[in-house]
């Protein structure tokens, strides 16, 4: 038993411009959302509809900030090519989570890599405007569930669509099956291949007022990469 595992979390804020040099409460307010969300203690847990009530999990994964570097660049948009890992390069990545705020451009609000890829592009990017709930942030994707969907993502979770049609796995049970990523927010329930589509799920494309929990398989998903032989065991040593 691995009892809760915790995160170092260094951020990386890359700016063009003083909007985008974030500020450390904006930091803050991310990093609050994190430890909400992967602990289920966020405060819109409730509106789980009953058929989903019993998959919701506490993933017993924290979040602390041991870092903050700022960085002023003229680029502008840094596209998802790794650029900005290449210029700022992440710190000690087998034992922390490296968060680079820095504007990717083209709509995209973050990205990731997941488990087991290079070191010298290990972690999360999110744009400033996405990242936190307070400061310099933009609706509806201003609740923090950017870090929470990525992070994911860095730990091995999958879009609960499986990236695929209908019967395309996410590799995690209990989610149900899907054809595509759902938008915006949803009514309750949509169907899909036959089964309500587990929209609140933070690993589909909602909005961030509309996702609000992390599976129990989805929990078993993530925790196996910190065991014996996985590939982020460095948090837990
Ligand atoms: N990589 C996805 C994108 O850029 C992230 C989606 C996050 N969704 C959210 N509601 N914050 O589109
Ligand atoms: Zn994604």
């Not at 995209?108 to 972690?123: E, R, V, W």
């Not at 499986?162 to 149900?176: I, L």
Request: charged share 15%; glycine share 8%; net charge negative.
């Amino acid at each position: 038993n691995l009892g809760v595992v915790n995160i170092p979390v260094v951020v990386h804020v890359v700016y063009s411009n003083a909007q985008q040099n974030i500020s450390d409460q904006q930091i803050n307010s991310q990093i609050d959302v994190l430890n909400a969300d992967f602990r289920a203690s966020n405060n819109d847990v409730n509106s789980i509809p009953s058929e989903f009530a019993n998959d919701v999990a506490d993933s017993e994964i924290s979040f602390t900030l041991a870092a903050v570097n700022r960085y002023s660049n003229s680029t502008s948009q840094w596209g998802t090519n790794d650029a900005v890992k290449a210029q700022y390069p992440p710190v000690n990545p087998s034992t922390t989570l490296n968060i680079w705020v820095a504007n990717i451009g083209g709509g995209i609000l973050g990205y990731a890599q997941f488990p087991g890829g290079p070191a010298s592009t290990d972690g999360v990017v999110i744009s400033p405007q996405y990242f936190g709930t307070t400061g310099y942030v933009s609706a509806p994707f201003d609740r923090g569930r950017t870090a929470t969907h990525e992070v994911g993502h860095y730990l091995n979770l999958r879009h609960i669509w499986g990236d695929g049609r209908c019967r395309q796995d996410d590799f995690v049970a209990d989610t149900p099956d899907s054809d595509g990523p759902n938008y915006g927010c949803p009514s309750y329930p949509t169907v899909n291949c036959r089964s309500t589509d587990m929209t609140m799920n933070y690993m589909d494309y909602t909005n961030d007022a509309c996702m609000y929990m992390f599976s129990e398989g989805q929990k078993a998903r993530m925790r196996t990469i910190f065991m014996d032989g996985g590939p982020r065991t460095g948090f837990v040593n």
